[in-house]
């Protein structure tokens, strides 16, 4: 009967899926390395040339565009999503030190290390693109998914206040702070990827079984 039909779940009162948006906040963190700390680091901690700044969002863009779709397929289902948790933590601790170890060296090897640390974010954006769209839906109920997904694009809008005072403070923090701000980042990933172990015992929601990437 209709009156004892139990209310559709709320988010809000999800721990897991709370919890799976605070790290994706962290994970989003990404965004702020291209638009605030390269330029700034380069700038202000390198000996790297100012006009790499512009360069580096070059390859970002078209890293994106060339590898987001055939990356996609390494992540078609919610057990394969969660597996790339363990690259993109890897991903974002390079990154990390890579950034760090630019400001050590000559122009040349600052600039190396710069295109280096440059492309190991976007791969780590591209992954967590992939990683995040999948989780996200699988891990809300079928019959909640809009306030789920609601819920989780708050990760989002919270990355946008909180990440360009955690870049901030890793370039005033020096080359150590690049460090640590790689490794928190590697570190929440491999927390997100036990948290929802639990939860991931359906198939994939978001992808059907046949891919484009795949044909």
Not at 69 to 90: E, K, M, Q
Not at 135 to 140: F, G, K
Request: proline share 6%.
């Amino acid at each position: 009967m209709w009156w004892r039909r139990r209310p559709p779940a709320n988010p809000w009162r999800d721990r897991i899926y709370l919890a799976y948006v605070a790290s994706e906040s962290v994970l989003f963190l990404d965004d702020a390395v291209f638009k605030i700390g390269l330029p700034l680091w380069i700038a202000h901690a390198s000996s790297a040339p100012h006009g790499l700044a512009p360069l580096l969002m070059v390859l970002n863009n078209m890293m994106v565009v060339t590898l987001q779709v055939p990356l996609a397929r390494f992540g078609a289902t919610t057990r394969a999503a969660r597996a790339l948790l363990l690259p993109l933590s890897a991903a974002f601790a390079l990154g990390g030190a890579a950034m760090a170890l630019s400001s050590t060296g000559g122009t040349v090897s600052a600039t190396l290390l710069l295109i280096f640390s440059a492309g190991l974010f976007t791969l780590a954006e591209i992954l967590h693109a992939t990683v995040s769209w999948e989780l996200s839906v699988a891990l809300a109920p079928d019959t909640a998914q809009g306030a789920y997904l609601g819920v989780h694009g708050l990760a989002q809008s919270a990355q946008r206040s909180l990440g360009p005072l955690a870049v901030t403070g890793a370039i005033a923090t020096g080359p150590g702070g690049w460090t640590a701000f790689g490794t928190v980042i590697a570190a929440t990933c491999l927390i997100q990827h036990r948290l929802v172990r639990a939860r991931l015992h359906r198939t994939a929601l978001s992808v059907p079984p046949v891919t484009v990437s795949e044909h």
